[in-house]
């Protein structure tokens, strides 16, 4: 399956109160070769194995795979990741036809908070919410397979 995607930093936490759901998220990756991610997720009581493939040339478009698994082999294979956990808090707002996940992080990548948005085609127009900030669509660096090895506190 071929997921379409933007990302947003956010300027601010307005979206909180336009939020419709609230989900703690734990994720790891089993690898992170740039030709593939194998990422293992627990999100609230589910747990998630996903493998995604190399991104377009503008960062928008790319394979992914995903499998549910028991939240218990999750926190098994979790044990085997590479370093960092990732910890995050997972709000999904509505704005208008489209749901938009906004990722507030903890940990070695507290204070970054990005909004990503589900496309079904890569010339889909959105209605941008205040609260989006600048567009991070392709910059590897905000890839939660890149924060795990160079978490967000340690940028200049």
């Known amino acids: 399956m071929i997921e379409i995607e933007r990302k947003f930093l956010v300027k601010s936490d307005a979206f909180k109160a336009e939020a419709s759901t609230k989900t703690l998220l734990t994720q ?3 690898n ?3 030709a593939r991610t194998v990422r293992v997720r ?7 194995l996903t493998v995604k493939g190399i991104s377009s040339k503008d960062g928008l478009s790319r394979f992914e795979w995903e499998k549910d ?3 218990t082999d999750a926190e ?3 044990k085997l990741c590479e370093p960092t956990i990732i910890e995050k808090v997972r709000y999904e707002v509505t704005i208008g036809k489209h749901v938009f996940e ?4 903890f940990g070695d990548n ?10 079904s085609s890569e010339h889909e127009t959105i ?19 890149q924060l795990s090895k160079q978490p967000y506190n340690t940028w200049k």
């Open 110 to 119: 507290e204070g970054l908070i990005i909004a990503e948005v589900e496309l």
């Open 69 to 71: 698994i028991s939240k």
């Open 42 to 48: 627990i999100k609230g009581e589910k747990g998630f």
């Open 102 to 105: 906004v990722d507030e992080f």
């Open 127 to 145: 209605k941008k919410p205040d609260w989006l900030g600048a567009e991070v669509t392709g910059q590897i660096q905000y890839y939660n397979s």
């Open 28 to 30: 790891g990756f089993l």
């Open 32 to 34: 992170t070769h740039k």
């Open 76 to 78: 098994s294979l979790l």
